[in-house]
C-alpha cells in the first residue's frame, strides 16, 4: 500500500480508487496498539489502552468528550507522545517514526485545506511530498478528486467551497498518498445534517472500495454504529468494549456501554432467586453476580425490550407517541416520576392515545442490572417525567 | 417605546410611527464617531500641511516643486538613502528570518507562553537606545562591527516589537496547528510545511511587518547617529542646516512612500477579505 513512483501502472497513471484495481490495491496494513498510556496532568487520557486492528477493517472509537479518544488516534497518526506503550503497524514499532514517516492520511475535524492553495493543488501536496512529478501528481490529484464527486471543482479554493466540499477535499487528500492507515479526526462533525449523511455514505462505500485500514473518531454512536465493522467504546482512557455494532447493542458488555449505545431505559428491580424483579415479573440477568438476593438495582432495559397493552387498571399513563415508521416510540409515565420509552410495532399503537391507562411489562429475555444511580441522575429521571407530563 | 422593549414579539419599529424616537439615539455615536475622527485628523493632518506648505514654497511667495525634484542631487543624499535602503532590505530580512519561525514555534509548541512573549518583545520600546546599543555590541560578530551592517542588528532589536505583533496577530487568525498537523500527515518535514503552509498563508501579516521595519529604519536616527554612521534620517537632520525646505521635502517623501506602502497593504487585504466573502455567499 505504500506509495512509491516504481509502483502498478494502475498507481502512476493515478487510478487511485478509479475502478476494480483500487480493491487489490487496498491491502491495508495491520494497526496495533499495545497498552497505551497518556497523563496530561491529572487527567489519564489513555489508560493502558490495546488494540488490534486487521488489515482493511473500518474501525469507529466512540466515547464520551475526554474519554481518550481523540488521543488514540493523534498517537497513532505520531502527533503526541506517549507515556508507555507500543504503536505497531505491519509488525514495525514506530516508537520514533515522525508522523511525516507514518504514511497515514488523516482529516481533521476542522477544516484542514491549505487556503493558499486550490482543490487541486492541496490533494496533491502530498504527492509534492514525496517527489511525484507535476504531470503525474496533478493526473492523479485529479482522478482523486473525480472519486469524491469534485473534479469540477478542482481549482477552486477553500474559501470559495462549501464545509462539506472541504471535507471532501480533505478526504481526498488524505487518499491520494495512498495511506497505509487512514485517519478520520470527527471529520463529520462540523458539517449540517444533511451533508453529514451524504459524506458518510461517501466515506463508507470508499473505505469499503479502497479497503484501507481506518481509525475513525466520534462521539456520534449513529455514525460509528452505521459506518464501522467494529466499535470501541471507550471510557476514562480504556476500551469498554469492541465489537460488531450488533453485538455492541444486542450484548453491550457493561452498563456504561449499554447506555452509551442506544436508548436505554433503567428500572428499579430487586435480585431474587434466577433473576431479578422488575415492573411485577421475573427475568434473567445477563451480568450476574455481585448481587445478594433482596438487594434493590437498576434493571437496564432497552425500549423494544418492554411491552405494553392497554389496561383500565395499569401502573402506567401514556404521555407521548413518537411515529418512527415501522415503530412507534411510546413514552410511558410509571408510578414515581419514573419515564421509560416503549417501542413497538406501530399498528399495535393505533389505538394507544396519550392519557390511557397501560400495563408495562419487561420481555422474558436477559437484562442487565447496575447499582442506583446518583441523585443528580435521579432529578435528571425526574425532568425527563415532568417533561412527559407537561407535553 | 416602551411596548417595544416589553414586547420583543411586538411590531417592529417602522411599523409603529415611532421611528423619530429611535433614530436620534443612532445618530448620537456616529456623530461622535466623527467628531473624534475629525479631531485625530486635524491633529495629524495640520502639521503634514504645514510640512508640505513649506516645502512647496518658492522663494518669491508662490508654490513650486523645486524641492522635491532637488532631493535626489543634493550631496550626500544618494548615499545616506542609499544605506538605508540596504539597512531596510537586511533588517527586515533578518527579522522575518528569526521572528516568523520563533512566533510559529511559540503558537504551536508554548502557546502559554505567548503573553510571556508579548512582554520580552515590548522591552526594546521600554529599554533606552543606548543600552540596547551596548547589548547588540556585546554579541554581535567581529566582522561586522565597524560597519554600517552592525546598525542593522540594531535595527532587528528595536523592529522586534511591531514585528512580533504582526505576525503574531496573523497566526491567531489561522488553525496553525491543524494546518502543520495536516501538513505533516502529508509527509512535509517542518521546514517544508513552514515554507509552504504557514509561509504563504501569513503573507498579510508578513507584509505588514516588512513595511513597518523598513518604515522604522527609514525614520530612526538615534542609533544612527550614536553609532555616527549618516543615515537618510540623519542626513534629513543635517541637510537642515544647508537647505530646510529640500530636507523637509525629503522627510515628506519618506512620509508619503510609507504612507502608500501601508495603503497598498490595507487594499490588498481588503481585496482578499471581499473575495472571500462573495465566494462565500457564492456556495
Same mark, same amino acid.
Given at each position: 500500500m505504500k506509495f512509491s513512483r516504481s509502483s502498478s501502472p494502475a498507481r502512476s497513471n493515478g487510478k487511485v480508487g478509479g475502478g476494480e484495481n483500487v480493491g487489490e490495491q487496498g491491502a491495508g496494513a495491520k494497526v496495533e496498539l499495545r497498552n497505551l498510556k497518556r497523563r496530561f496532568g491529572s487527567t489519564q487520557a489513555l489508560d493502558g489502552l490495546t488494540l488490534t486492528i486487521e488489515p482493511g477493517e473500518f474501525v469507529a472509537l466512540l466515547g464520551p468528550s475526554g474519554c481518550g479518544k481523540t488521543t488514540a488516534l493523534r498517537a497513532l497518526a505520531g502527533f503526541e507522545f506517549l507515556d508507555a506503550g507500543r504503536v505497531v503497524v505491519d509488525g514495525k514499532d514506530l516508537a520514533g517514526v515522525p508522523a511525516q514517516r507514518r504514511d497515514m492520511g488523516m482529516v481533521f475535524q476542522s477544516y484542514s485545506l491549505f487556503p493558499n492553495m486550490n482543490a487541486l493543488d492541496n490533494v496533491a501536496f502530498g504527492l509534492r511530498m514525496r517527489g511525484?512529478?507535476?504531470?503525474? =501528481? =496533478?493526473?492523479?490529484?485529479?482522478?482523486?478528486? +473525480?472519486?469524491?464527486?469534485?473534479? @469540477? +471543482?478542482? +481549482?477552486?479554493?477553500?474559501?470559495?467551497? @462549501?464545509?462539506?466540499?472541504q471535507q471532501r477535499v480533505a478526504l481526498a487528500r488524505a487518499l491520494a498518498i495512498e495511506p497505509r492507515v487512514l485517519l478520520l479526526d470527527e471529520p463529520l462533525s462540523a458539517l449540517d445534517a444533511k451533508v453529514r449523511l451524504q459524506l458518510r455514505d461517501q466515506i463508507k462505500l470508499l473505505q469499503t472500495r479502497l479497503r484501507i485500514t481506518t481509525l475513525f473518531v466520534t462521539h456520534d454512536q449513529e455514525e460509528a454504529l452505521s459506518m464501522a465493522n467494529r466499535v470501541c467504546v471507550m471510557r476514562q482512557g480504556r476500551l469498554e468494549q469492541v465489537d460488531a455494532p450488533a453485538v455492541l447493542y444486542s450484548s453491550?458488555?457493561?452498563?456504561?456501554?449499554? +447506555?452509551?449505545?442506544?436508548?436505554?431505559? =433503567?428500572l428499579p428491580g430487586k435480585i431474587v432467586p434466577g433473576g431479578v424483579e422488575v415492573l411485577g415479573g421475573v427475568v434473567g440477568i445477563r451480568n450476574g453476580g455481585g448481587h445478594a438476593d433482596g438487594s434493590a438495582v437498576e434493571v437496564l432495559v432497552r425500549p423494544e425490550g418492554l411491552t405494553l397493552a392497554p389496561a383500565a387498571d395499569g401502573r402506567?399513563?401514556?404521555?407521548?407517541?413518537?411515529?418512527?415508521?415501522?415503530?412507534?416510540?411510546?413514552?410511558?409515565?410509571l408510578e414515581g416520576e419514573l419515564a421509560v420509552q416503549v417501542d413497538r410495532p406501530s399498528d399495535d399503537t393505533a389505538n394507544l392515545e396519550p392519557g390511557s391507562a397501560v400495563q408495562v411489562t419487561v420481555l422474558d429475555r436477559e437484562v442487565m442490572v447496575a447499582e442506583s444511580r446518583s441523585g443528580a441522575d435521579d432529578a435528571s429521571q425526574a425532568w425527563v417525567a415532568a417533561a412527559a407530563k407537561q407535553s | 417605546m416602551v411596548a417595544l422593549i416589553e414586547s420583543p414579539v411586538g411590531p417592529r419599529p417602522a411599523d409603529t410611527g415611532e421611528q423619530d424616537e429611535i433614530r436620534p439615539r443612532r445618530r448620537r455615536p456616529r456623530i461622535w464617531r466623527g467628531v473624534v475622527l475629525g479631531l485625530a485628523g486635524v491633529y495629524f493632518l495640520i502639521p503634514l500641511y504645514a510640512a508640505l506648505r513649506f516645502a512647496l514654497g518658492g522663494p518669491t511667495g508662490g508654490l513650486t516643486f523645486a524641492a522635491f525634484r532637488s532631493i535626489p542631487s543634493q550631496l550626500g543624499f544618494s548615499a545616506a538613502f542609499g544605506l538605508s535602503l540596504r539597512l531596510a532590505l537586511v533588517t527586515t530580512v533578518?527579522?522575518?528570518?528569526?521572528?516568523?519561525?520563533?512566533?510559529?514555534?511559540?503558537?504551536l509548541r508554548f502557546p502559554q507562553l505567548r503573553r510571556l512573549f508579548d512582554g520580552i518583545t515590548i522591552l526594546p520600546i521600554v529599554i533606552p537606545p543606548v543600552v540596547l546599543i551596548v547589548g547588540v555590541l556585546q554579541v554581535a560578530p567581529t566582522f561586522l562591527k565597524g560597519t554600517p551592517y552592525l546598525l542593522a542588528l540594531e535595527y532587528v532589536v528595536l523592529a522586534m516589537p511591531f514585528a512580533y505583533r504582526s505576525l503574531d496577530s496573523g497566526l491567531r487568525a489561522m488553525d496553525l496547528k491543524t494546518l502543520v498537523e495536516a501538513g505533516r500527515s502529508l509527509g512535509a518535514r517542518s521546514i517544508s510545511t513552514l515554507l509552504r503552509v504557514v509561509v504563504p498563508n501569513l503573507r498579510s501579516a508578513i507584509l505588514s511587518a516588512t513595511v513597518l521595519t523598513v518604515a522604522l529604519v527609514l525614520g530612526e536616527y538615534t542609533m544612527a547617529t550614536l553609532d555616527q554612521y549618516q543615515t537618510f534620517s540623519v542626513w534629513i537632520v543635517y541637510f537642515d542646516a544647508d537647505n530646510a525646505r529640500v530636507s523637509v521635502a525629503a522627510s515628506f517623501m519618506a512620509l508619503i512612500v510609507t504612507w502608500v506602502l501601508l495603503m497598498v497593504i490595507l487594499s490588498f487585504d481588503l481585496r482578499r477579505t471581499r473575495r472571500s466573502v462573495q465566494a462565500k455567499e457564492a456556495a
Open positions: 511525484v512529478g507535476t504531470t503525474a =501528481r =496533478r493526473e492523479k490529484a485529479a482522478s482523486v478528486l +473525480e472519486l469524491v464527486g469534485l473534479e @469540477s +471543482e478542482k +481549482e477552486k479554493y477553500p474559501h470559495q467551497m @462549501s464545509g462539506g466540499q453491550p458488555a457493561t452498563p456504561f456501554v449499554a +447506555e452509551f449505545v442506544g436508548i436505554m431505559n =433503567r402506567g399513563i401514556v404521555m407521548t407517541k413518537t411515529f418512527l415508521g415501522s415503530t412507534t416510540r411510546v413514552t410511558v409515565l | 533578518i527579522t522575518l528570518a528569526l521572528m516568523v519561525p520563533t512566533a510559529v514555534f511559540v503558537h
